[in-house]
């Protein structure tokens, strides 16, 4: 059945099938998510009645305003080009890249960074859209977690930080690259496709570019094609906007209660700084390219270089924001166990440095 | 009735995704017109809120195109939610403007008493765009250029840290530095040696003149100023409180 029933502007491109690939209202939770998304706005919406009066309440606040404002604008352009993708690039192509059951890959997938340059909030709804266009798991989850780190924009703001110390950046940008492509093939292993990605990633079909054609048989013009990627974008973003959202608050909660002083006692050590590096790596959040400049601050803490380039490494593959975003492609356990190797891949890749 | 009812749920669920779009239109518009942003993020940043701004108001122009189709879609709880959650940033944007870190964001980021002058030693000497000039300091130039200023009698601006057993001789003066946004910011103090007045609370934004000194204490360079004057002034507007890289 393909009734024709959406117009944009005078035209109408999209059959009745096609809808369901990019209406956010199709996007349905499930009812744990509902319950667990009603809480959260309860609970937020009953923190700002009884203690928007206290100062621990404006430091949450403000760094949780603070985190949305910043990722707000890369999520805004990931979501733009997922739906560019999702328009522009037929699945044949993408799969013509990257074929599935290829070992090679996932070192495609984790330098991909290189080409789109994109930051960790950006990056999720881009890889849901190429799991959507048939890439295979390696390479996304190389390029979900290498994307982040092996791009110039990283790379510059790693050598302003560390005032053009290109060891430091050298060694950032290739054990960032080794860390994505060993979970990529890892995870890959472990898990086949539809055990690791929610059903709903694949529930969307991809009939875009199969409808993109004209009453009279003819392929859409330009103009229709970019209107329709950015419709593509603005339910990507409505649908996904509240995983940022929920872990920008939870890390903000963190950073408001949780003393630092409390870890310096032990940064002098070398495996333990390593470790702590990485615990505050996941619980600031910060943007992959801001973080060098906190590291680097931490040079006047004698903290070594390796627990360092921890933080750096770590924290755009894996924070709280990342980990909640990360819900929305992948399953639970699929999660977990990127989490611990994640984990386990940092630190072993660095305590030997 | 009950479809009325219906009818209505499901125009105010189409018009949701829109309205979204439109609150943050117009938060961006209100964060750039001002300079409000500068209360929240690094100023260099404004090409990143034209940016966002720019994606919002296309996707607005997106979700009206769409408007009609919504329409034959029933209420959906779901959607609901969705809105509420990305409504939460701008309810916290507009009830928290004209807060900013302080005191107690100060205790929970600072490392150790002698971060103020060990800090010269890394690399935020080397951070770009902080000109060291002769007759206005910041705190920020204590910090950076600390070895300059040894003995030197400066006048800096910034809040009063009096620590949980309040010191009667002495007390912090401290900022926050930020390289991209608040949640990256850096706490930086001196330590300003002066019969504190007992009225002085946590969070006053204070004047201290006085002779400012770099010295070895345990091994730690400590930076402070022995001041001899103390004036309060009026709390600078939340864009003016940072000091940015």
Known sequence: ?353 | MKAKFKRSAAFLTACLPAFIFITWLNAYYWLLKGGHYQAFIQPKLWPLLILAMMLILAYTAACISQFSLKLKIPFQIDVWLKAATLFLPVLFLWTNYGQSLGSDAFAKRVFNSSQSAAIQDTSFKVLPARVFSENSKTLLDLILYAEKIHGRRVAVEGMVYRGAKGDKNSFKLFRFAVVCCAADALPFSVMVKTATPKDLQNDAWVRVEGLFNVETINDKQVSSITADKILPISTPPPEKRYMFF
């Open chain 1, 1 to 353: 059945m393909r009734l024709k029933i959406f117009s944009l502007e005078k035209k109408k491109y999209l059959t009745e099938s096609s809808i369901g690939s990019h209406d956010p209202f199709q996007h349905k939770s499930s009812k744990k998510t509902l319950a667990v998304q009603l809480l959260f706005v309860l609970l937020v919406l009953g923190l700002l009645v009884f203690f928007r009066d206290r100062a621990q309440f404006h430091t949450l606040g403000i760094i949780f305003v603070s985190i949305v404002l910043e990722a707000l604008p890369f999520m805004l352009l990931g979501t733009l080009v997922g739906g560019f993708i999702e328009v522009f690039i037929p699945r044949e192509k993408i799969t013509r890249w990257l074929p599935e059951g290829r070992w090679w890959t996932v070192f495609v997938g984790a330098g991909l960074g290189l080409i789109f340059p994109v930051c960790e909030c950006a990056i999720v709804p881009v890889v849901r859209r190429l799991l959507q266009k048939g890439v295979p798991l390696s390479a996304a989850i190389a390029f979900l977690l290498g994307g982040p780190i092996v791009n110039p924009l990283v790379a510059a703001s790693t050598a302003v930080a560390y005032f053009a110390d290109w060891s430091v950046v050298i060694r950032r940008m290739i054990f960032g690259y080794i860390v994505a492509v060993a979970v990529g093939f890892l995870i890959d292993l472990i898990f086949t496709k539809v055990k690791a990605i929610r059903s709903e990633v694949f529930s969307a079909k991809d009939y875009l570019c199969d409808a993109m054609i004209s009453d009279h048989g003819k392929p859409a013009a330009l103009g229709e094609k970019i209107g329709l990627a950015v419709s593509h974008a603005a339910e990507d973003f409505f649908d996904i906007g509240r995983f940022l959202v929920i872990g920008a608050f939870i890390a903000a909660v963190l950073q408001t209660l949780v003393p630092r002083q409390l870890l310096a006692s032990v940064l002098n050590t070398p495996a333990l700084s390593i470790l702590i590096m990485m615990l505050m790596a996941v619980v600031l959040n910060l943007c992959s390219e801001a973080d060098a400049f906190v590291a680097a601050s931490f040079r006047s803490s004698l903290v070594p270089i390796s627990a360092q380039l921890a933080f750096m490494i770590l924290g755009p593959m894996l924070d709280i924001k990342l980990i909640i975003m990360y819900l929305k492609i992948l399953r639970v356990r699929a999660i977990a166990t990127l989490a611990l190797l994640t984990f386990l891949a940092v630190f072993l890749s660095t305590v030997f440095m």
